[in-house]
């Protein structure tokens, strides 16, 4: 299993983005290995809508002359950046089935296999998506070494979710000191 290949949970590139969070340097020392092509990434397409959203509230926080066109140009901006790491954007496609008492619905498949991990975990929703994303990565890709996160739910929970995702959880700060980046 190679750890050089690893699933980026959006917080890790947001962190990037904040120079006071936690996990800033170590998520800088990460997204400069995916931008020289040292580190392989997989995520959600989920991650692309987060990164936007988050980006937006993180201009309208600043202080300063701010105008439409500048919060536009400075999500393109995070948008661009994330696209152009050497990641691979995961979206399960086709639907399939769920039943439910005598209820049958079809659902893209990585809502289905989020609901299907609500029954084993506790995460909130756009998390269990990237955990659903991340365990089809996992099944697509044996050398996805792991789930890279800040997001404390995960990490406070590591050894259950490792167990069923097949792969560690690991915070930026612990993936960065594996590799010894």
Not at 156 to 175: A, D, R
Request: charged fraction near 25%.
């Amino acid at each position: 299993m190679s750890m050089k290949q690893f699933y980026l949970d959006t917080n890790v590139f947001i962190s990037r983005l904040k120079p006071d969070d936690p996990y800033h340097s170590h998520a800088r020392t990460m997204v400069e290995g995916l931008e020289e092509g040292e580190l392989l990434a997989e995520t959600s397409v989920v991650t692309l809508l987060e990164v936007a959203s988050v980006s937006g509230r993180l201009y309208d926080t600043k202080g300063g002359k701010r105008s439409e066109r500048g919060r536009k140009v400075f999500i393109l901006k995070a948008l661009q950046r994330l696209a152009r790491l050497r990641t691979r954007f995961i979206n399960m496609a086709g639907d399939t089935q769920i039943s439910v008492k005598d209820m049958e619905v079809n659902l893209p498949s990585i809502i289905n296999e989020a609901i299907s991990l609500s029954l084993r975990t506790t995460p909130r929703t756009l998390d269990l998506i990237h955990l659903a994303a991340a365990r089809h990565a996992k099944r697509m890709n044996n050398n996805l070494g792991a789930f890279v996160t800040g997001e404390n739910e995960f990490l406070s929970n590591k050894k259950e979710l490792s167990g069923i995702m097949g792969m560690p959880i690991l915070s930026p700060e612990e993936y960065v000191d594996v590799l010894g980046l």
